[in-house]
């Protein structure tokens, strides 16, 4: 099944009440590391999105995303904003003015996102950041491309699962936690965590 931007804005509803839930567990992960901000950060965030979905529906999947970019670079606090802003904004880039998104095309999309990150970030694997579940994430989805939308998700959601479990064993050589050095490990980075919640979110609603 493609991706229209119906089901790209259900999408960012269901995520939205994922990281919801999760909200008290994004923060006791970022009080462990850093300032303790990035369970509120993402849902306000996130609540903000359903909020301007609930006032404006975008007519392509490329809107939806850029709307979601444009409100978390406004909305949130921190590193969080600008890296997911920038990610969702690359990836509406790469959907152009497509109706519906197919299996390759998402697949490009989540490279694009991915690369967005990078470039404002500064980080690659094994810095111990939400790239640790970005890199495996897109590297499934990729070696997924033929097998459809739902698929591809999953196999990224996966991955991201595993990736940021890795960022436990890591010491952290970028953001707040790199200040602590090897006091920071044993504890998953938060925003890895908030990539893995997100994308398994994105791939149950596409089934």
Known sequence: ???????????????????????????????????????ENMDRGFTAIVSALDSATPETPAAVAKLAATTLISKVGGAAGPLYGTAFL??????????EVDGPLLVEALRAALEGVQARGKAVGGDA??????????????????DGVAAI?????????????????LVPRKGRASYLGERA???????????????RAFAEAAQ
């Open 1 to 39: 099944m493609a991706c229209t931007a119906e089901t790209l804005a259900a999408a960012l509803r269901a995520a939205a009440a994922v990281i919801a839930e999760h909200r008290a567990e994004l923060v006791d992960l970022d009080r462990a590391i850093g300032d303790a901000d990035h369970g």
């Open 90 to 99: 690359r990836a509406s880039v790469k959907l152009g003015d497509a109706a």
């Open 129 to 146: 950041t939400m790239v640790d579940a970005l890199i495996p994430a897109v590297s499934a989805a990729e070696g997924a491309s033929g």
């Open 153 to 169: 998700l999953a196999a990224a959601a996966d991955a991201a699962d595993k990736g940021a479990e890795s960022t436990v064993d």
């Open 185 to 199: 490990k044993g504890h998953m980075d938060p925003g890895a965590r908030s990539t893995a919640l997100l994308l």
